[in-house]
């Protein structure tokens, strides 16, 4: 396959989805029902008509379990099948970004791109420190991009439309386009350890990020995101 990585990126992210469906039940996506229920709720009618040949008004709720269960039975295996090959083009793809990130030429831009966003409401488990957390989720970004020579910014938008809300919502704002930014941030591979550290340094908590951070990660960003006391 051969792929520019700008069409490549664009080709990912139209099918790079992984959301729970009402449909199969699992963890994949609203695009499977889009794309199932339809002909789903088409089979059900000719079921309802089926059994229900006086009734003028179709009320689905009507049909019984286990009619509906064989039904769903049949949608289940289509999705299945359906996602597998989905998700198969989105590891191919993945790779493929991830091999052709380093030999990529990368132009600024002269207009700003928003490519990466949070908002308090995402973290209002932490009470007051919500809005810390929210401008948490996009720093390390932020400060990678600015030490690269790239014109960053962050922008604070109220999440509500009311004088009162003190609830914001945080923008990144680059000279790049966003298949660029992905690229980029591609080119520095992830480091679990140097993330936490960047965490603590940025006065949160890696673990409200990731409640599964292992102890040792945990402990070891801990100690080495504290200043170095200089030796007499």
Known sequence: MNLDYKKAYTIYENINWCFKSDLIGSFVTPHLDDKFYPQFNH????????LFPRRKIYNLQLLPKD?????KDIFIKRALAYSDKRFKQVKLLRNILDTIANTTVIEQTCDM??????????YRSQGWGSNKYAMGAIRQDYDYLKELGYNTEI??????NDPKCDSYRYELWVNLENWQYDCIKRRRKFDLLRW??????SGV?????????DNKTFDMSLELSRPQQKAH
Request: aromatic fraction near 16%; glycine fraction near 2%.
């Open 155 to 160: 922008r604070k938008f109220p999440e509500w």
């Open 113 to 122: 791109y928003m490519v990466k966003s949070s908002q308090a409401s995402t």
């Open 67 to 71: 009619v509906v269960d064989d039904i």
């Open 43 to 50: 089979l059900l009618t000719i079921e309802f008509k089926r």
């Open 205 to 213: 908590n890696p673990r409200v990020y990731n409640p599964f951070l």
């Open 196 to 201: 936490a550290i960047g965490c603590w340094k």
